[in-house]
């Protein structure tokens, strides 16, 4: 480059994603005069991928790699299209490098190797990629020359010279961060800044993570490592994202109500009524034992998904509304009598509520009510302050379904058990969005149903520790659930069989095996990574938008966002998304108390999940705004 061409470039200061308001994500302007053209630059790395050896490589998406797309990457293009397993028969020359760079390839040896590989575009999302933890994300084949830079690497290990090095076999196939590396080394990759000019990178300069840059102050980064997630790939194996409503494409986000199902789910139950289908346990046939494996092996995964010491602390119910009542009728009238207490918060799920209303008006004992505060936050010191001896059951949620509060469970538990109460946890909202772990919380009972992790319908898990489930009588009778019976008397057997009575929800059983498989092949890391991100985005934008109250603004949330909208009921807000193809919830979400504490009866609570994007993110804030604008 020269010195003329330097001084212009760097004159112009360097741009960083637009703040998420009005267009929200910039847009690459073209390239001044001296600087590489984007599309040139576009091209180049596609003739880059196309001269990559052909190899079958790891797709990181949920299906199977036949499903994966044989064209080569395409910039600017779908990104389901950088998992292709490009091949051709050359490589890019010294003169293409030169071509674009304006210079010689030698002149840029060590301008790429300065060049910090964190400073990029992301194409599905046009913001700026943070830097990535190496130790937490290693990136297809350290050998390669196109990889990142990596610790591990000399110094002088050469990019370019006056041939390109061989390229050995990769182990899987690039990744979206070994395209944006690769760019970089061949062209010094421009990068979005705030003045929306064009300019090289600065040697020293990283570029900040997404929370730094437009992160509310009611949200705080989780601080989970970054890995990569393809949500365009996701998105593929969901086949109801592919619907249309009112002749819009369907976008989701009623997600704290129900999940959709993955392609693998729904292939499974269609398995097992094909070809397993049968009931459980004592036959002598061979469906009987492909069945019973099936349900069984189903306990296994549902036992490892909660690192649960047994798979005899898993008891199969249609749901947590039903897990919550059975302890509520099993071990609540046994251990709950007359001026006893059961302490829940403010922010519960009518199921957390009503059962042990039931229970108190049945046995005399009072239900207590822990506070929360201006952000939906659970006061701790006012919870502590409602524990006492007389305290005999807490029962918390782990998340707001209404709110979104990610409340301090285990410290709750710990509260809870210096006064010797058992406690109950409600994960229905939590276990799509956070790993679970309930040897790590020691809470007594842990409830969640399979449709909130997109499993079927009908059916969910009670966990129990083994001393609290022994310590628990049936409480419905029937078949499966016994040794022996005679007129006189009935011998049960022990958990978890003694709370399965009848013939269960088999198949679904099966399907939230599948799901869980599915949710453990993404990495419930990378799920909560990019969850967080889209609430911060999300968030962010909500609070442009004028007369508009979020309803829940604790420090940290899951991926619901509550709001009332002033001039407007709910429910015409509800319907204007309707009619954009944008499915959300409009009422009380079975919550009343809880949005009676903020003085509403009613929000609009569109809820995220792993296969929501920006995009979805801006189709609502658009019918929002215009809906405004409208009325004004």
Known sequence: MSTSDQDKAESVSPLMVQDAVGNARGVLPSAPTGVPDVAALAQMANEFFRALPGQAGQFTGAQSAATVPSAAPQFGATPSSMFAAPSADRLPSEADVHRLSGGSASSYQSEVAAAPAAMNVSPY????????????????????????????????????????????RMAALPTEDDVRAALNSVSSLYFLEDAGALSKPATARTAPPIAARISPSVLQDLQLPRKQFDVNSVRRDFPILQEQVNGKPLIWLDNAATTQKPQSVIDRISYFYEHENSNIHRAAHELAAKATDAYENAREKVARFLNA??????????????????????WGRRHIGKDDEIVISWIEHHANIVPWQMLAAETGARLRVAPVDDDGQILLDEFEKLLSPR????????????????????????MAHRYGARVLVDGAQSVSHMSTDVQA??????????????GPTGIGVLYGKPDALADSPPWQGGGNMIVDVTFEKTIYHAAPARFEAGTGNIADAVGLGAA???VEQLGMENIARHEHDLLIYATKLLQTIPGLRLIGTAKEKASVLSFVLEGFRTEEVGAALNREGIAVRSGHHCAQPALRRFGVETSVRPSLALYNHYEDVDALIAVLRKLKNTAA
Request: hydrophobic share 40%; net charge negative; aromatic share 10%.
């Open 125 to 168: 999302s046009g913001t700026e990629v943070p830097q990535r933890a190496a130790q937490n994300t290693p990136i297809g084949n350290a050998d390669s020359p196109f990889a990142p830079p990596m610790p591990s690497f000399d110094a002088s290990f050469p990019l370019f010279g006056a041939e390109f090095p061989a390229i050995p």
């Open 309 to 330: 010491s047994s798979v005899n602390e898993i008891v199969f119910v249609r749901g947590a509304t039903e897990a919550i009542n059975l302890v509520a009728k099993s």
């Open 391 to 414: 305290t005999r059951l807490v029962s918390v949620t782990q998340v707001s379904n209404a709110l979104g509060t990610i409340t301090p469970t285990r410290q709750i538990v710990q």
């Open 441 to 454: 919380l020691d809470c007594d009972f842990f409830v969640f149903s399979g449709h909130k992790v997109f």
């Open 516 to 518: 869980i498989d599915y």
